[in-house]
C-alpha cells in the first residue's frame, strides 16, 4: 500500500504535521516572523483572500485540463486509452480520487510550498497501478550516498503520529519541483514573500481591529450652551427617531439658538490604509504571476486588454507548471523502453475557448484552408462526426508550394499563351490529384506492408512443416489452395485504403469540374468501381505470388538446391521491396483509373493526359495528348517514341496512367 498512503488514513484530523527538515519547527509554530510582526506559513497564507484566489484558480485551472497519454506515429500521434498512465492521470489515480481532485491537491501545493509529491506504486508487472499525494512539508528531498558510495538522491517521509522517517527510493516518488537552485528541491514562494504576505496579514488585523474599537463618531452637534445629563439623552434619542435610517436619510431637519452640526470624513491616513490593501493585491498576484482581473481586481483591466491578459495568463501561468507536471510523469511513469514511443501532455486549447462568433470564424478558416476537417471542428464543439466530414477541403485558386515545380518546365508555356479558366482548372486539378498521391503513399505502403506479411508468415509456417516432412507435390497443392482464398483476406487488409483515396479523389475531382462540395457523392457506382478495382490488385498480386514461389523452388530443384531456403528468400525480398512498389504503382493506377471514372460519369466527354515536371521524355511525349470518352490513350500493341529512350510498346489498352513504372502522370477533363 505505501507509506504515503499509511499517512492519509490519519490525515482527516491532522493539519500541520512536523517533519525533521530545516525550518519545520518554524512552520509548526506558525511559521517565520517578519518584519510585521507577524508570523508566515503555507496555512496562514492561505487567510489572505488574494492568496487563497491565485492558489484555488490556477490549481482549478490546471486540474480541469485534459491530461492525455499518447502514442507517437510516425507523423503526429494518437491517444493511447488502453495504456494504464492514461487510466491514472485522466480517470482515477488511485482509488480515493478523481483525476481532478488529485491534480487539483498536487498544484496547490507546489504553489504553496514549492514542491509537490507523489508516491507511486507499482504492480508486479512493473506498471504503476496508483499515485498517492503526499503533503511538502511531509517529506525531505537529499542527497545522501549509494551503496556504492555515489551521490543519490533520496526522499525522508515523516510520520505524522510517531515522527519517525521512512526512506522512499527515487523511482517511487513522483516529485515535482517549482523554481529552484538545485533542481531537486523547489523553493516556496509563501517563504520568500513572507514579508509581503505579512505586511498583508497586518494590514488585515489592523482594519479588523479599527472597525472592531472604533469610537470616531460620524455626526457631531455642537451648542451654545452646556447640556445635562438628561438634556443629551432626549436630544440623542430624538435624533435617533427623526433621522437614523435609510427610509429617513432625507428628511429636512431644523436646529435653533446657535445649534451647528458637522460631519466627520475618513482620515487621510485611513484613505492610505485602504491604498496599501488595493497594493497588496497587487502583490500577490507578483507571486503567482496571476492577471489582477483573474481574482477580481478590476482596476487596470480594460475591454480591449482582458482577451490578451487571457493569452498571457495561458503562455505564461498554467503553461510553465504543466510543462513540470508533464516531464516529471513521462520520466516517472513511463518505462526506458516506453519513453520514446508514449509520453502525456496537456490540452492547453481548453483555455482560449473564444465566443461562439470568434470559435466558428477560426473552424471556418482553418477549413477552407485544408487545415482541419469539419467532424475536427465538431470534436472541438463536443458534437458527434457527420458521414463524409472527415474530408479535408482546400480551394482551387491555390496551390502548395511544393507544386510550383509542375508549373515548370514544358508547362511553362502558361507564360506563353492565354489558357481558359478550364484549362488553368485542369492543371490545378492534376497538381493537386498527384499531391494526393504522394500523401496517400504511406498509407499504402503500410496496408501493402500487412497484407504481404500475412503472407510471408502464411507460407513459410507451411512450408517448414510441408517441405520438412512431407514431398514439394503436396506443397504446390498446399499453395494452390491457399492462393486460391488468399484475395479474399487481401481485400479485406487492401480495400480501406482504396477507399479513402477514393474519397479524397472525389472531392478533389469534383472541384475541377465545378461541382459544388455538396454535390460531389460517392455514388453506388463509383462504390463498387473501387472495389472492383481492388480485387483485381489482391487477385493479380495472388497470381503472381503463386508465380514467383513456383519459380523459386523449381529452380531451386532444378540446380539441386534447397526448396525451403529458395522459398524464404524470396518471402525476404517481398518484406523489402513488395510494400513500397505497391504504394508506388497502386496510387498512380488507381488515381487515373477512378479519375476517368468519375469524369466520365460526370458529363465529361475529353480526357487529356497531363505529365508533371520531371517527367521522362516517353511521358513528356504524351503530355496533351487527348481521348473520348470510349478510347484509350494508347492501344494494344501501338509504340510510344521519344529521342534518346527506347520506344514503349503497350501490351494493352492504355486508358490512363501510369504509362511505365514509376511514372506520376495524371488525367484532366478536357
Not at 509537490?116 to 507499482?122: D, P, R, T
Not at 499525494?133 to 558510495?149: C, H, L, N, Q
Not at 508465380?547 to 518471402?571: C, F, H, M, N, T
Request: net charge neutral.
Amino acid at each position: 500500500m505505501g507509506i504515503a498512503r499509511a499517512v492519509m488514513e490519519q490525515r482527516s484530523s491532522y493539519e500541520g504535521g512536523l517533519s525533521l527538515k530545516d525550518g519545520a519547527l518554524l512552520e509548526a509554530f506558525g511559521g517565520r516572523a517578519t518584519s510585521s510582526g507577524v508570523r508566515v506559513n503555507a496555512s496562514k497564507a492561505m487567510t489572505v483572500s488574494a492568496v487563497y484566489d491565485c492558489v484555488k484558480i490556477i490549481s482549478e485551472d490546471i486540474a480541469k485540463l485534459p491530461l492525455k497519454t499518447y502514442k507517437r506515429l510516425d507523423r503526429g500521434k494518437a491517444v493511447a486509452e488502453k495504456h494504464p498512465v492514461y487510466t491514472l492521470l485522466h480517470d482515477r489515480p488511485n482509488p480515493w480520487m478523481t483525476a481532478f481532485n488529485f491534480r487539483e491537491a498536487m498544484q496547490a501545493c507546489i504553489l504553496l510550498w514549492g514542491n509537490n509529491y507523489a508516491e507511486i506504486e507499482w504492480n508486479k508487472a512493473g506498471r504503476p497501478v496508483a499515485l498517492w499525494p503526499v503533503r511538502p512539508d511531509m517529506v525531505e528531498a537529499k542527497i545522501v550516498k549509494d551503496a556504492r558510495g555515489r551521490p543519490a538522491l533520496a526522499y525522508l517521509i515523516t510520520d505524522p503520529e510517531t515522527g519517525r522517517q521512512e526512506g522512499l527510493p527515487v523511482e517511487y516518488m513522483n516529485h515535482v519541483p517549482g523554481l529552484s537552485f538545485l533542481g531537486f528541491r523547489g523553493l516556496s514562494v509563501i517563504e520568500y514573500w513572507r514579508e509581503a504576505i505579512g505586511l498583508t496579514l497586518a494590514a488585515s488585523e489592523y482594519g479588523s481591529r479599527f472597525f472592531a474599537n472604533d469610537t470616531t463618531p460620524g455626526l457631531i452637534l455642537t451648542t451654545p450652551r452646556k447640556l445635562n445629563k438628561e438634556e443629551k439623552e432626549t436630544l440623542k434619542e430624538d435624533f435617533r427617531i427623526k433621522y437614523e435610517g435609510l427610509s429617513k436619510k432625507f428628511r429636512m431637519g431644523i436646529l435653533e439658538q446657535g445649534w451647528d452640526i458637522k460631519t466627520l470624513g475618513m482620515k487621510p491616513q485611513d484613505a492610505q490604509y485602504l491604498e496599501l490593501r488595493k497594493f497588496q493585491i497587487l502583490e500577490v498576484c507578483r507571486m503567482f504571476r496571476m492577471p489582477p482581473h483573474k481574482i477580481a481586481s478590476m482596476d487596470a483591466a480594460t475591454y480591449t486588454n482582458i482577451e490578451h491578459q487571457g493569452i498571457e495568463y495561458k503562455t505564461d501561468t498554467i503553461q510553465p507548471w504543466t510543462k513540470r507536471a508533464e516531464q516529471v510523469y513521462n520520466w516517472k511513469l513511463f518505462g526506458a523502453a516506453e519513453r520514446g514511443t508514449y509520453f502525456c501532455e496537456h490540452v492547453l486549447d481548453a483555455l482560449l475557448q473564444g465566443d461562439t462568433a470568434a470559435r466558428t470564424d477560426s473552424y471556418q478558416k482553418r477549413i477552407y484552408s485544408g487545415n482541419m476537417t469539419p467532424n475536427e471542428a465538431r470534436e472541438k464543439e463536443n458534437e458527434n462526426p457527420l458521414p463524409g466530414g472527415d474530408d479535408l477541403w482546400m480551394p482551387m485558386n491555390m496551390i502548395p508550394a511544393s507544386m510550383a515545380a509542375d508549373f515548370n518546365g514544358e508547362d511553362r508555356s502558361l507564360e506563353r499563351r492565354h489558357y481558359s479558366l478550364g484549362e488553368i482548372r485542369a492543371k490545378r486539378g492534376a497538381a493537386l490529384r498527384r499531391r494526393l498521391a504522394g500523401s496517400y503513399r504511406k498509407i499504402f505502403e503500410d496496408a501493402a506492408a500487412r497484407m504481404v506479411k500475412r503472407e510471408v508468415q502464411d507460407v513459410g509456417k507451411a512450408a517448414k512443416k510441408v517441405l520438412g516432412s512431407r514431398s514439394l507435390e503436396e506443397f504446390e497443392v498446399w499453395l494452390e489452395d491457399y492462393y486460391r482464398k488468399f484475395p479474399d483476406v487481401a481485400e479485406k487488409i487492401m480495400l480501406p485504403a482504396y477507399a479513402s483515396y477514393a474519397e479524397a479523389l472525389l472531392a478533389a475531382a469534383s472541384q475541377e469540374i465545378g461541382m459544388k462540395p455538396d454535390e460531389a457523392e460517392m455514388s453506388p457506382e463509383l462504390e463498387a468501381f473501387t472495389r472492383k478495382v481492388a480485387q483485381a490488385f489482391v487477385q493479380k498480386h495472388a497470381k503472381s505470388s503463386q508465380g514467383q514461389l513456383g519459380q523459386a523452388y523449381g529452380k531451386a530443384v532444378e540446380d539441386s538446391g534447397d526448396p525451403l531456403e529458395a522459398i524464404e528468400g524470396r518471402l525476404g525480398e517481398w518484406e523489402e521491396k513488395t510494400p513500397a512498389k505497391v504504394s508506388m504503382r497502386e496510387t498512380v493506377r488507381f488515381g487515373g483509373a477512378f479519375a476517368r471514372a468519375f469524369f466520365f460519369s460526370a458529363g465529361v466527354v475529353t480526357l487529356v493526359w497531363v505529365a508533371g515536371a520531371n517527367a521522362c521524355p516517353l511521358c513528356r511525349e504524351m503530355d496533351g495528348k487527348s481521348v473520348g470518352r470510349m478510347e484509350p490513350f494508347i492501344r494494344n500493341g501501338d509504340e510510344v517514341n521519344a529521342d534518346g529512350v527506347d520506344p514503349l510498346r503497350a501490351s494493352s489498352d492504355i486508358g490512363h496512367p501510369p504509362l511505365h513504372d514509376g511514372c506520376e502522370c495524371t488525367i484532366s477533363p478536357g
